[in-house]
């Protein structure tokens, strides 16, 4: 066959490439531009949503455009309750990979955001990794109802839940009658003071941030998620940035936790039938550039509360 009879079969390829990419373009657009319309709105709002815990949502146009979304905890409060998705050995991996909404369903919890660094990893928009129920490793200690279930490492900080909900973040391994705990990458809060950091690129870029925060006396936990890589949204924050919001707080000690496209902070809501729960997103996730898309990861951290109480 000549080169000349091969060349329109080679045209023809090309155009059929081509616009199956402006396809994948364009149904990618309507797709984003319709998630982008159920994000919570910009808006400054505080509320209780149990018994103990209170959230807010704090909108900022400086140094750009941030949706701030901060929970408080009071772990002494009555019912409230602690859980670190349990380990689930899979494949030789410690467990599998859950959205913080599954996981929040899976356990009937009132609250739950994504915790620990995990691996392997790999974010590309179609070709990601982890799918739900892929099996993945924590990075760092990981403890469920009293089992551990990955080992305390070195370097990586852990936020631990004794018996009766104190909780403490350290550098060292969990006490030995630890309930629950899971590891963050750093500590960027120390006894109030920002924790001076080590020169790192990664530090400085402006992503989805989530961080647990303790008071001195362990009994008061702060959830603090900032959404980001949302274009006038909310773009996201450096190390430096999310240190000042948290010395804003007044926060005693900070773990930043796994952030990026797993930043994600859920409510559960009743369904229509008594026994439904519903996961409700109180941020914006971003997994794979699409707003509101929740990123399976390896573990959370969840909460159990009781309802408000009307007063007649």
Same mark, same amino acid.
């Given at each position: 066959?000549?080169?000349?009879?091969?060349?329109?079969?080679?045209? +023809?390829?090309?155009?059929?490439?081509?616009?199956?990419?402006?396809?994948?373009?364009?149904?990618?657009?309507?797709?984003?531009?319709?998630?982008?319309?159920?994000?919570?709105?910009? &808006?400054?709002?505080?509320?209780?949503?149990?018994?103990?815990?209170?959230?807010?949502?704090?909108?900022?146009? &400086?140094?750009?455009?941030?949706?701030?979304?901060?929970?408080?905890?009071?772990?002494?409060?009555?019912?409230?309750?602690?859980?670190?998705?349990?380990?689930?050995?899979?494949?030789?991996?410690?467990?599998?990979?859950?959205?913080?909404?599954?996981?929040?369903?899976?356990?009937?919890?009132?609250?739950?955001?994504?915790?620990?660094?995990?691996?392997?990893?790999?974010?590309?928009?179609?070709?990601?990794?982890?799918?739900?129920?892929?099996?993945?490793?924590?990075?760092?200690?990981?403890? +469920?109802?009293?089992?551990?279930?990955?080992?305390?490492?070195?370097?990586?900080?852990?936020?631990?839940?004794?018996?009766?909900?104190?909780?403490?973040?350290?550098?060292?391994?969990?006490?030995?009658?630890?309930?629950?705990?899971?590891?963050?990458?750093?500590?960027?809060?120390?006894?109030?003071?920002?924790?001076?950091?080590?020169?790192?690129?990664?530090?400085?870029?402006?992503?989805?941030?989530?961080?647990?925060? &303790?008071?001195?006396? $362990?009994?008061?936990?702060?959830?603090?998620?900032?959404?980001?890589?949302?274009?006038?949204?909310?773009?996201?924050?450096?190390?430096?940035?999310?240190?000042?919001?948290?010395?804003?707080?007044?926060?005693?000690?900070?773990?930043?936790?796994?952030?990026?496209?797993? &930043?994600?902070?859920?409510?559960?809501?009743? $369904?229509?039938?008594?026994?439904?729960?519903?996961?409700?997103?109180?941020?914006?996730?971003?997994?794979?550039?699409?707003?509101?898309?929740?990123?399976?990861?390896?573990?959370?951290?969840?909460?159990?509360?009781?309802?408000?109480?009307?007063?007649?």
């Amino acid at each position: 066959m000549s080169k000349r009879r091969k060349f329109p079969w080679t045209r +023809s390829l090309s155009a059929i490439a081509l616009s199956l990419v402006l396809l994948s373009l364009g149904l990618y657009g309507v797709f984003y531009g319709v998630s982008c319309l159920s994000r919570p709105p910009r &808006t400054d709002v505080q509320q209780p949503l149990f018994q103990g815990i209170v959230y807010r949502r704090i909108p900022r146009s &400086t140094p750009r455009p941030l949706t701030i979304h901060v929970v408080t905890i009071d772990l002494k409060a009555p019912g409230i309750g602690v859980l670190v998705t349990p380990g689930k050995p899979t494949q030789g991996k410690e467990t599998v990979a859950q959205t913080t909404s599954d996981f929040l369903r899976e356990f009937n919890l009132q609250l739950a955001i994504n915790g620990s660094f995990f691996y392997p990893f790999q974010e590309q928009w179609l070709l990601y990794y982890p799918h739900s129920g892929e099996p993945v490793n924590v990075l760092g200690q990981a403890i +469920s109802n009293g089992v551990t279930y990955s080992a305390f490492e070195r370097g990586w900080p852990v936020l631990c839940f004794s018996q009766d909900n104190r909780a403490q973040i350290s550098m060292a391994s969990c006490p030995a009658d630890t309930a629950q705990a899971l590891a963050g990458g750093e500590i960027i809060i120390e006894r109030g003071n920002l924790v001076v950091m080590k020169d790192n690129r990664d530090q400085k870029k402006l992503f989805p941030r989530t961080v647990v925060a &303790t008071d001195e006396s $362990g009994e008061k936990l702060w959830l603090i998620l900032v959404d980001g890589r949302q274009r006038f949204y909310s773009e996201g924050v450096s190390i430096i940035e999310l240190q000042n919001i948290l010395a804003e707080l007044g926060v005693y000690r900070a773990l930043n936790l796994d952030g990026g496209g797993s &930043t994600t902070l859920v409510v559960a809501r009743r $369904g229509e039938k008594p026994s439904e729960v519903l996961a409700a997103s109180l941020n914006s996730p971003i997994h794979t550039r699409i707003p509101m898309r929740q990123r399976p990861v390896a573990n959370h951290l969840g909460f159990y509360a009781r309802p408000i109480r009307i007063k007649n």
